[in-house]
């Protein structure tokens, strides 16, 4: 009896252990189903037990819960417990993150599953601010097993600090990471680590790429988990080089102190030396400790330091000077001059403490500017005393400075020449080259430049000059002026002109008489081939053609040999060409005024008007026609502006319809200055009209 009191004291003891129970429970048969379920269970999901009776899991998971159900009664059956976390979703809505612990238990001879789950909502929580805290921080951090060195987590700013993916780092060990200290230090950081729990240094790794990351690192160690270390690190690449580059900084400021192109020193209240860089000692020939701690005056000439015992007081108070010219006394005796410029420093209370002097060398500026006043005194006696005109202008072209004998060349007072440029003083005939070639010198185009041309006088007379002009220096900010030498040459070049005069004449001469022999002898030609057709009636047609051709030839010579200033004839020209064909042609001459030709145009025009009379001969159909066709006519007309040649013809069946085309006209078309006359060739019943306009200056008319 008390054995079966004890059994239902026991019963009811674990009845009210189940019923009670802080975590929901839950029990399952074999097949799924839900058997019993503890108060908790039911406030867990807000299910009555009854409802949860009628229940299985899947009703109460979330739908990436419930896709995982047969996973987890594989394990279950394989293993015969389980733990994993899941979502349960609350009759209201809610999801709920649960952890389960599931384990297989036989009661009353039946297989039951024991389900115990623990709502892990705050646990949850407070990982994803930890996670929140960790992915956002701008340290890298990373969690590492303790028992191997094997990356277990890192956070995103550590993945970007050495350039791996987080996959990447997850399958790595701490020692796959490249460092640059030694195992040994390595080892001894570790130690330390486990001795006090934490430790803070510096290191570096190498970033993916192969730069070094320079890193400020804090680790700690946790017996969680079978101990761990976690770490967060700061990258401190750049703080590592803008400290060095402080320090480089620093060198360099003060190697540039010692070593700069200029003096510097320090003097203190009384005037002695504090500071002096090596520049300045190495030109005064001293060591810098030699002169620390002595007065300046002792580094100069008597007159200087008897100024620097009078102005020194005075710059204590003013606190600056600039440009004070001071005679140092060199460690060997020679003198070295010196631009000083000074600016005092004070404390707190506006005390003097000691000053900032540069000091430039001008030893050789000196002499320079001595060696420049005596070029100086040369240069203005060469000037004023050349005898070739000097003249000085700016960019606006005005004369701004003139010498004597530039004022004797054109006749004007220095004063006048002051008031013109250089376009006023040159003949209109070269304003145009002339305006080119100064834009070009101050344009920087050419650096000089040489011109022979006409100049005018005061008076308006002209005058040949040769001028070279270049540009000068200016000591001005953006002045630049151009000097010329001028020189009178209107000797040479009318001596010049005669010689070229006489030379031309002497060849006029010699080619006239050339043409002229050209000419009879060509005539002559003419006359015995024609002796030769009256003698051979069968050739006569080809020989009077190539007689006509060759008396055109002595015709164009005949032109040549004239003296080359005389006219040419227009009427008298066509009257040659025409007298010296086996052709009937008739000439009109309906000039109002005589037409002569422009003698650099006379020889083209004559050998036109002979191709196209010629032309209309060899095609024209009078010599096969009765006496009925009509003759080829020649017709000049002109109202004084111009003159027109007018040909026709009637041409025959075989080529007269190609009487426009061939080489005579392609000649023609050469020869035809094409500004000043006009072709036009037509054709219409027969009759070929051809009609050539001249227009001056190629034709004139004569009144």
Known sequence: MANENTDRLAADVYRQLFEYAADPIFILDTEGNFIEVNRAACDHVGYSRNELLRMRPEHIDDDASRARIPERMAQLKRERQATFEAVHVHRNGTHIPVEMHIRWIECGGKTLSLNICRNIAERKQREIEYRTIVETATDGFWVVRASDARILEVNEAYCRMFGYTRDELLSMHVSDLEAVESPEEVEAHIRKVMETGHDFFETAHRHKDGHLVEIETSVSYSSLRGGIFFSFMRDISARKRWIAEIVRSRNEIESLYNNAPCGYHSLDWQGRIIRVNQTEADWLGYQRDEMIGRKITEFQTPPSAGQFARDFPRFKCEGHVKNIEVDMVR??????????????????RGNYVMNRTTMLDITERKLAEIKLCDSEERFRALFEKSPIGIGISAEDKKIELANPALCRLFGYTPEELRHLTVIELTHPDYLHETRQNVDALFGGLMPSYSVEKKYLRKGGEPFWGRAIATEIMSSIPGKRYAMALVEDITVRVEQEERRLAEIQEQKNVLVREVHHRIKNNLQGVVGLLRQYAASHPELAGA???????????????????RVLSEEVNLALLVEQIIGALECPIELSDDLLCPAVLNKDEAVPIALILNELVTNACKHSATRECSAACRPITVRLSGDGTGVAVAIANSFDGSGGENAHRGSGLNLVNSLLPKESAHLEIKRCDGIFLVELELFPPIVASKK
């Open 331 to 348: 460690k060997d005796g020679s003198i070295l001059t010196a631009l000083l410029s000074s600016a005092a420093v004070y404390d707190a």
């Open 543 to 561: 020989i009077d053609a190539a007689a006509g051709k060759i008396y055109s030839i002595a015709a164009i010579h005949g032109l040549q040999a």
